[in-house]
């Protein structure tokens, strides 16, 4: 349906952007969580969303992706990479995973984590504090601006698990 619109003329790509515009030349789509940009198709009364803008473009200078291949970027969005067909290359499963890990787009723990709110100097400093006593996990869990629950997962090791220093093990 993607490239029926791109064909039709209802979208144009500027594939050297990494942009999908439609009618009125605007780029259209929005981000999900993993800064992806996604399409949406109004298709016989039903809105279907999901369309992966990199792949509309990858098609459209390329032609269909073979089944089997999926389309990696070379420089991760999470790392400010973009759509441009530059950026782009097909790969097998396998090597986009790879390449996920090798890059740190897959696989990151502690700060480099994409959801990480402490520093490992912080996960440090919340064990000492809290293994001396004195302080309640609430207490410490406002001072450095993360919830009860996340603080006696840290505490305990649940996260953060990498680093062992301050952990009774």
Not at 10 to 27: E, F, H, I, K, N
Not at 54 to 69: F, K
């Amino acid at each position: 349906l993607a490239q029926q619109r791109v064909a039709d003329g209802l979208w144009s790509v500027d594939a050297d952007l990494g942009v999908v515009r439609g009618q009125l030349g605007r780029p259209i789509g929005s981000r999900d969580r993993d800064g992806y940009t996604v399409l949406a198709i109004d298709h016989q009364g039903k809105t279907l969303r999901g369309i992966m803008a990199h792949r509309v473009i990858w098609e459209a200078v390329h032609g269909p992706i073979p089944d089997g291949l999926e389309i990696n970027h070379i420089v991760g969005v999470r790392f400010g990479g973009s759509n441009a067909i530059s950026n782009l290359e097909i790969v097998t499963r396998s090597e986009n995973m790879a390449h996920a890990f090798r890059s740190g787009l897959h696989g990151a723990i502690g700060e480099r984590h994409r959801c990480a709110r402490l520093t490992r100097c912080q996960v440090r400093e919340i064990r000492r504090t809290y293994a001396k006593g004195g302080v309640s996990q609430d207490e410490l869990a406002r001072q450095f601006g993360i919830s009860q629950p996340s603080l006696s997962n840290v505490v305990r090791g649940v996260t953060w698990k990498h680093l062992t220093e301050g952990l009774d093990t």
